[in-house]
Nanobody
Framework: QVQLVESGGGLVQAGGSVRLSCAAS????????MGWFRQAPGAEREFVAT????????YIADSVKGRFTISRDNAKNTVYLEMNNVKPEDTAVYYC?????????????????????WGQGTQVTVSS
């Protein structure tokens, strides 16, 4: 089993920045890539970004490209989502996810069904 704990959410003004963290524990050696998804009220879960643990593969959704950055710290088993120039439409619960798919470490998976473990989520609210 893999446990994922997100942190760093909160209230931020439009145009500001916030950094989310996702700490992984347990059988992390079984996972090959991590992802961030978000879900706004009344909307479906949406892919945000993904990064592999051991390759240079990253993939950012077009809706946040140029504003959001995903990174990792392998020594800490932690993945980060740096959110800059946030907009009210970025308001959502942000979820961290992990996949045991080797394919995802090479291709950058953006479908939620490709992820095997999920965190509880952290709320990000952007005020205008």
């Amino acid at each position: 089993q893999v446990q994922l704990v997100e942190s760093g959410g909160g209230l931020v003004q439009a145009g500001g920045s916030v950094r989310l963290s996702c700490a992984a524990s347990g059988h992390t050696f079984s996972t090959y890539a991590m992802g961030w998804f978000r879900q706004a009220p009344g909307a479906e879960r949406e892919f945000v970004a993904t990064i592999a643990w051991s390759t240079d593969v990253t993939y950012i959704a077009d809706s946040v490209k140029g504003r959001f950055t995903i990174s990792r710290d392998n020594a800490k088993n932690t993945v980060y989502l740096e959110m800059n120039n946030v907009k009210p439409e970025d308001t959502a619960v942000y979820y961290c996810a992990a996949t045991i798919s080797v394919y995802c470490s090479m291709a950058g998976c953006n479908d939620s069904y490709e992820y095997d473990y999920w965190g509880q989520g952290t709320q990000v609210t952007v005020s205008s």
